[in-house]
């Protein structure tokens, strides 16, 4: 199974209110987690990718954190919204380099 | 900047013609994918080109990898209204450490 569960599926937030995406995968261990964001006209921005535990590199945003507390969860975080942080992300998972990336439903943001 | 340069962005045709859509970099890639996604969902996998030159069919969809790996093209025959969606390439540098980055994407729509 190459499952990728990601919750909420639909999220309504105001401005400068925080912020919890979750990721959790099956089927494999030790995989690369990746969070991306998808926004109109802007195409799949890699925002952060952990190639294990406690280990995140992140690409873009200075409001926006990820972690990982165990080898098949990733989270994404924020303690203040912004507006422009609405999007449809998706988190996506890849056993190692090389190999086809699997990504979960998506969650929608919108910031109002 | 985009890595990955993906044109046209839009388009539209009539059912039975036949289109071809581009993925260009300056960058080298070790492989590319290339995913179709449905609006609201995950993008797909449809296939990976590893070596330079590679032609992969697909049914009615042809990939092709440039001979320096820092293209690749999508050619889609006899389109259906089925093919309608978003088509994205993807693909990690050599030395990326990871890093999949995609494209913006192709909207095409398949009109019957």
């Known amino acids: 199974s190459q499952t990728i569960h990601q919750w909420p599926a639909t999220l309504v937030q105001p401005v400068g209110s925080p912020l919890s995406l979750e990721c959790t995968v099956e089927?494999?261990?030790?995989?690369?987690l990746y969070w991306y964001r998808q926004a109109a006209g802007r195409g799949l921005q890699l925002l952060f990718y952990s190639v294990g535990i406690g280990q995140i590199s992140s690409e873009v945003p200075q409001n926006l954190s990820a972690s990982r507390p165990q080898d098949r969860q990733f989270i994404l975080s924020s303690k203040k919204l912004l507006l422009s942080d609405s999007g449809f992300y998706l988190c996506?998972?890849?056993?190692?380099?090389?190999?086809?990336?699997?990504f979960g439903e998506g969650s929608w943001l919108t910031v109002v | 900047t985009q890595l990955l340069e993906q044109s046209p962005q839009f388009l539209s045709i009539q059912e039975g013609e036949n289109l071809t859509v581009y993925c260009n970099s300056s960058?080298?890639?070790?492989?590319l994918q290339w995913y179709r996604q449905e609006p609201g969902e995950g993008p797909v996998l449809l296939v990976t080109?590893?070596?330079?030159?590679e032609v992969k069919k697909l049914k009615r969809l042809t990939f092709q990898f440039g001979d320096a790996r820092k293209d690749s093209s999508l050619h889609i025959t006899a389109a259906q209204p089925g093919d309608t969606g978003l088509y994205l390439c993807a693909g990690e540098p050599t030395g990326g450490y990871q890093k999949v980055t995609f494209g913006i994407g192709t909207k095409l729509q398949v009109i019957p």
């Open positions: 960058s080298v890639f070790s492989s």
């Open positions: 080109v590893v070596t330079g030159g």
């Open positions: 089927g494999t261990s030790n995989p690369n």
């Open positions: 996506a998972r890849r056993k190692g380099s090389g190999n086809t990336i699997y």
